[in-house]
């Protein structure tokens, strides 16, 4: 029988030995490095304003002649910076798109957020292969019309000699081709209609092309509202136009499902399910409606007024305008959201040490006499000493998370506000704030911030955003561009504002002081009144007393915002005439 | 004792011995998947804490120069190992690159009110950043070292202190640029480098006191972290 337990001893331990490796295995297996990922290490291509400003967007419906003249300028700009491929717009009806070849990216101040240059995505695309990507280059052009698409990437495309991105007609939604490396000797006048979904009944704008080998440069074209003709500086009466598909919500949905987003736009790396931070640590957010989805956050309710403009959902680092119209409604429009790099270091702090404590334990004497019979004795009790170490030093107990205030009361304060009708100073957005075009460098600053704090974040993919709001002005640069129209026959409203917040610096440190300006445009047909901006300032802003000025006349209010910090609210006084503007401006330190 | 209870005692003898081992073997293993617990502030003892942090999934992977400039009260002295020696001093701030995951040893002398006394602290680098291109230097992760951190290790504590980015939607408004760096206490008992990640992203480790190297002259090339690569920014 004991042998018996011997050998069944025997197994458990085996057993045991098996189970010790497993987990210890797989324990020390966690322990190492992940294998290293060599696009991990890539930096991000940033291209400086003269690439920026070569970047076209192509339309599908374009003539062979202005594709070839775009591809020219792609080419360029591919020399450039290494075989960045430009963005495709298709679904463009040509009718909306005037002849030229200084083919620039038109881009509202809304949609400037959304340029991103999202480091090696195309190779993500290529990896996941969820998205049909023609890698290598060597794709046989001259497909038939209706081909069939291949699940390996190899889509039927419209190449035109080098570099042309992929030109699609009647409007796909989904899986856009890519055309990666050039060298294609398509033919360049087949429209193809392949196992792409077509959504041909209403016609879609987006705009994305990706480049397999190296960078993407990724562009998204947010319309924020509808246009019509009048709206639209440079063709009256001009109907036709990019039609937006009312079903299409702000993320894009119906162009890049889920999956590809997730996928293919995050950036170069990023963080593992349980673990890991955002580098969102080290930029300052700004503005936007961090809840309703446009300034980045991902729920849908976003700053609400009533009635009786009492304010609700406006958190910390919101900017938000609201207005009443003619016919009685309050309407809330957010701005642009601004990232400032300006990270903050602190430390935490723990102090340590062992000591040695004499600990004496002293009994008290005892002097006892025992009697016996035979004689008596007296026994005395010694001194004992024992030695305690400490368990643990003693700690400190200080206050964790104590603010402390730095300025001014909880208190609302009605301050005089002084008149500010000359913004010649902010020169860094002139024509973004006195002329309302954007041009190359108002892109590029207003972008950049954004752009540094997207590159290494995730979900920016194409995006589309459709709201049935009044229209929208485009701008455009040397000569007649691009336009992009958005037909608005559905759409009534004639009420519309726009709040634009640009910043002096895009990068801080403490003690620095910023000097935030916003400007609001009404560009609806009807005048707008009671317009109020609000701008709910972050912890780490500290409001300067006495920087607030505005172009037109209005009042300006400071008050607690209930986390130690205070929001600004600018009261225009006078109703806003359409077509009409103004600029608020106000300064901040960074702490 | 007969060879009947000769072989029943060695039996039960080799029973006990199998379950002990057993149950060590298994609580081993236990203890090992516990210790593996990410940021718990236990790492494994005899590995690379800034390994383990850093080849967590999805975390930066070693290989990046991170920017970090060391601050120590005025008119100390601070030098990095570099091939098992401590080589050039330089007076604080000290604008260096240091590898990601790697642990250096650092030696800073000259410390105000104790003229002639040593430290030797150990930095690690958890994070890095991600400023805009362009602005690395200008924007390095910050150590600040102040005189009563050198003072409580001369005194024979051990004071560790992991820097964190502030999270901005939480931060404390208070003024950056003034004084020292913000710093949270952490009590007996508590993890730091928890409380740095309930605070923010903690980027980088630092530790002092509780070792020196031998008098002799000879010094263990343990004691150096293996000498890690960096580069100096700024003397």
Same mark, same amino acid.
């Given at each position: 029988?004991?042998f018996?337990?011997?050998?069944?001893?025997?197994?458990?331990?085996i +057993?045991?030995?098996?189970?010790s #490796?497993?987990?210890?295995?797989?324990?020390?297996?966690?322990?190492?490095?992940? *294998?290293?990922?060599?696009f991990a290490?890539?930096?991000?291509?940033?291209?400086?304003? &003269?690439?920026?400003?070569?970047?076209?967007?192509?339309?599908?419906? &374009?003539?062979?002649? &202005?594709?070839?003249a775009?591809s020219q300028?792609?080419? &360029?700009?591919?020399?450039?910076?290494?075989?960045?491929?430009?963005?495709?717009?298709?679904n463009?009806?040509?009718n909306n798109?005037?002849?030229?070849?200084?083919?620039?990216?038109i881009?509202?101040?809304?949609?400037?957020?959304?340029?991103?240059?999202?480091?090696?995505?195309a190779?993500?695309?290529y990896?996941?292969?969820?998205?049909p990507?023609?890698?290598?280059?060597?794709?046989?052009?001259?497909?038939?019309?209706?081909p069939?698409?291949?699940?390996?990437g190899n889509?039927?495309?419209?190449?035109?000699?080098?570099?042309?991105?992929?030109?699609?007609?009647?409007?796909?939604?989904?899986?856009?081709?890519?055309n990666?490396?050039?060298?294609?000797?398509?033919n360049?006048?087949?429209?193809?209609?392949?196992?792409?979904?077509?959504n041909?009944?209403?016609?879609?704008s987006?705009?994305?092309? /990706?480049?397999?080998n190296?960078?993407?440069?990724?562009?998204?074209l947010q319309?924020?509202?509808?246009?019509?003709a009048?709206g639209?500086?440079?063709?009256? /009466?001009?109907n036709?136009?990019?039609?937006?598909? !009312?079903?299409?919500?702000d993320?894009?949905?119906?162009?890049?499902n889920a999956g590809?987003?997730?996928?293919?736009?995050?950036?170069?790396?990023r963080?593992?399910?349980?673990?890991?931070?955002?580098?969102?640590?080290?930029?300052?957010a700004?503005?936007?409606d961090?809840?309703?989805?446009?300034?980045g956050?991902?729920?849908?309710?976003?700053?609400?007024v009533?009635?009786d403009w009492?304010?609700?959902?406006?958190?910390?680092?919101?900017?938000?305008?609201?207005?009443?119209?003619?016919?009685?409604?309050?309407?809330v429009?957010?701005s642009?959201?601004?990232?400032?790099?300006?990270?903050?270091?602190?430390?935490?702090?723990?102090?340590e040490?062992?000591?040695n404590?004499d600990?004496?334990?002293?009994l008290?004497?005892v002097?006892?006499?025992?009697?016996?019979?035979t004689?008596?004795?007296?026994?005395?009790?010694?001194?004992?000493t024992?030695?305690?170490v400490?368990g643990?030093?003693?700690?400190?107990?200080?206050?964790?998370?104590?603010?402390?205030?730095?300025?001014?009361?909880?208190l609302? %304060?009605? =301050?005089?506000?002084?008149?500010?009708?000359?913004?010649?100073?902010?020169?860094?957005?002139?024509?973004t704030?006195?002329?309302?075009?954007?041009?190359s460098?108002?892109?590029?600053?207003?972008?950049?911030g954004?752009?540094?704090?997207?590159?290494?974040?995730g979900?920016s993919?194409?995006k589309?955003?459709?709201?049935?709001?009044?229209?929208?002005?485009m701008?455009?640069?040397k000569?007649?561009? =691009?336009?992009?129209?958005?037909?608005?026959?559905?759409?009534?409203?004639?009420?519309?504002?726009?709040l634009?917040?640009?910043a002096?610096?895009r990068?801080?440190?403490?003690?620095?002081?910023?000097e935030?300006?916003?400007?609001?445009?009404?560009?609806? %047909?009807?005048?707008?009144?009671?317009?109020?901006?609000m701008?709910?300032?972050?912890t780490?802003?500290? +409001?300067i007393q006495?920087s607030?000025m505005?172009?037109?006349?209005?009042? +300006?209010? #400071?008050?607690?915002?209930?986390?130690?910090?205070?929001?600004?609210?600018f009261?225009?006084?006078?109703?806003?005439e359409?077509?009409?503007f103004g600029?608020?401006?106000?300064?901040?330190r960074?702490? | 004792m007969?060879?009947?209870?000769?072989?029943?005692?060695?039996?039960?003898?080799?029973?006990?011995?199998?379950?002990?081992?057993?149950?060590?073997?298994?609580?081993?293993?236990?203890?090992?998947?516990?210790q593996?617990?990410?940021?718990? @502030?236990? !790492?494994?003892?005899?590995?690379n804490?800034?390994?383990?942090?850093?080849?967590? *999934?999805?975390?930066?992977?070693?290989?990046?120069?991170?920017?970090?400039?060391?601050?120590?009260p005025?008119?100390?002295q601070?030098?990095?190992?570099?091939?098992?020696?401590f080589?050039?001093?330089?007076?604080?701030?000290y604008?260096?690159?240091?590898?990601?995951g790697?642990?250096?040893?650092?030696?800073?002398?000259?410390i105000?009110l104790?003229? @002639?006394?040593?430290?030797?602290?150990?930095?690690?680098?958890?994070?890095r950043?991600? !400023?805009?291109?362009?602005?690395?230097?200008?924007?390095?992760?910050q150590i600040?070292?102040?005189?009563?951190d050198?003072?409580?290790?001369?005194?024979?504590r051990?004071?560790?202190r992991?820097i964190?980015?502030?999270?901005?939607?939480?931060?404390?408004?208070?003024?950056?640029?003034?004084?020292?760096?913000?710093?949270?206490?952490?009590?007996?008992?508590e993890?730091p480098?928890?409380?740095?990640?309930?605070?923010?992203? *903690?980027?980088? #480790?630092?530790q002092?006191?509780?070792?020196?190297?031998a008098?002799?002259?000879?010094v263990?090339?343990f004691?150096?972290?293996?000498?890690? *690569?960096?580069? =100096?920014?700024?003397?």
């Amino acid at each position: 029988m004991w042998f018996q337990i011997g050998r069944l001893s025997c197994a458990v331990l085996i +057993f045991c030995a098996v189970l010790s #490796v497993l987990f210890g295995g797989s324990c020390l297996q966690q322990s190492s490095l992940n *294998p290293v990922d060599p696009f991990a290490l890539n930096p991000v291509l940033q291209l400086d304003n &003269q690439q920026v400003e070569r970047l076209p967007v192509q339309n599908s419906n &374009q003539n062979p002649s &202005q594709v070839a003249a775009i591809s020219q300028v792609n080419n &360029q700009v591919n020399n450039q910076v290494n075989n960045v491929v430009p963005v495709l717009a298709n679904n463009v009806n040509k009718n909306n798109i005037a002849n030229t070849t200084e083919n620039r990216s038109i881009l509202h101040a809304r949609e400037i957020r959304q340029v991103t240059f999202a480091g090696d995505m195309a190779r993500d695309n290529y990896r996941y292969n969820n998205y049909p990507v023609n890698s290598s280059g060597n794709s046989s052009g001259n497909p038939a019309a209706n081909p069939t698409v291949n699940s390996s990437g190899n889509f039927p495309v419209n190449y035109q000699n080098n570099n042309v991105p992929v030109n699609y007609q009647n409007g796909y939604q989904n899986n856009l081709p890519v055309n990666s490396s050039g060298n294609f000797s398509g033919n360049s006048s087949e429209n193809y209609s392949g196992n792409l979904r077509n959504n041909s009944s209403s016609e879609l704008s987006s705009t994305y092309l /990706g480049n397999s080998n190296r960078d993407v440069l990724q562009v998204s074209l947010q319309t924020s509202r509808g246009a019509d003709a009048s709206g639209v500086s440079g063709v009256s /009466g001009d109907n036709s136009g990019i039609k937006i598909d !009312p079903a299409l919500n702000d993320v894009g949905a119906g162009v890049l499902n889920a999956g590809v987003l997730n996928n293919e736009f995050n950036g170069v790396w990023r963080p593992g399910a349980n673990f890991g931070f955002w580098p969102n640590a080290e930029y300052l957010a700004s503005g936007g409606d961090g809840n309703n989805g446009v300034g980045g956050g991902l729920g849908n309710s976003g700053v609400m007024v009533d009635r009786d403009w009492n304010v609700s959902n406006f958190e910390v680092g919101d900017t938000v305008a609201h207005y009443d119209t003619v016919d009685g409604r309050t309407e809330v429009e957010s701005s642009n959201r601004l990232n400032i790099y300006a990270p903050r270091f602190a430390a935490v702090r723990k102090v340590e040490g062992v000591v040695n404590t004499d600990h004496t334990t002293a009994l008290a004497e005892v002097n006892q006499q025992v009697r016996t019979g035979t004689g008596k004795t007296a026994e005395k009790a010694g001194r004992a000493t024992q030695e305690f170490v400490a368990g643990y030093t003693r700690g400190r107990d200080d206050l964790r998370g104590m603010r402390a205030r730095v300025t001014g009361a909880a208190l609302e %304060t009605n =301050q005089a506000i002084g008149g500010y009708s000359n913004f010649e100073g902010v020169s860094l957005y002139a024509d973004t704030l006195r002329l309302m075009k954007l041009g190359s460098a108002e892109i590029i600053h207003l972008a950049e911030g954004c752009e540094n704090a997207r590159e290494w974040q995730g979900a920016s993919g194409i995006k589309i955003k459709a709201s049935y709001r009044a229209p929208m002005s485009m701008s455009a640069e040397k000569g007649v561009g =691009q336009l992009f129209k958005i037909d608005d026959s559905a759409i009534s409203d004639k009420s519309k504002l726009r709040l634009i917040k640009v910043a002096s610096k895009r990068t801080a440190k403490s003690g620095d002081i910023i000097e935030f300006t916003l400007r609001f445009d009404n560009l609806g %047909t009807e005048p707008l009144g009671n317009i109020t901006i609000m701008d709910n300032l972050t912890t780490r802003l500290e +409001f300067i007393q006495g920087s607030a000025m505005s172009s037109v006349p209005s009042g +300006f209010v #400071v008050e607690s915002n209930g986390v130690s910090s205070f929001t600004l609210r600018f009261e225009i006084t006078d109703p806003l005439e359409a077509g009409q503007f103004g600029v608020v401006q106000f300064r901040c330190r960074v702490l | 004792m007969n060879g009947k209870d000769k072989f029943m005692f060695r039996s039960i003898i080799f029973f006990l011995a199998n379950i002990f081992l057993a149950l060590f073997l298994v609580n081993s293993s236990y203890y090992i998947f516990a210790q593996m617990t990410p940021y718990t @502030g236990q !790492p494994i003892p005899g590995i690379n804490p800034a390994a383990q942090w850093a080849g967590f *999934p999805g975390e930066p992977v070693a290989g990046n120069y991170q920017p970090v400039k060391i601050n120590a009260p005025e008119g100390t002295q601070i030098a990095f190992a570099v091939q098992n020696r401590f080589v050039e001093r330089v007076k604080s701030p000290y604008l260096v690159g240091l590898l990601l995951g790697a642990n250096y040893r650092l030696r800073i002398t000259d410390i105000k009110l104790h003229p @002639g006394k040593e430290l030797f602290p150990s930095v690690t680098i958890l994070q890095r950043t991600y !400023p805009p291109r362009g602005k690395e230097l200008e924007y390095p992760i910050q150590i600040d070292l102040t005189q009563e951190d050198l003072e409580l290790a001369l005194s024979g504590r051990f004071v560790t202190r992991v820097i964190y980015l502030e999270n901005p939607q939480n931060a404390l408004p208070i003024r950056g640029d003034l004084g020292q760096q913000p710093t949270t206490e952490a009590r007996a008992g508590e993890d730091p480098l928890q409380i740095a990640y309930n605070l923010g992203k *903690p980027v980088a #480790v630092i530790q002092l006191g509780g070792r020196a190297p031998a008098s002799s002259g000879y010094v263990e090339p343990f004691f150096f972290h293996g000498s890690p *690569p960096l580069i =100096q920014l700024k003397k």
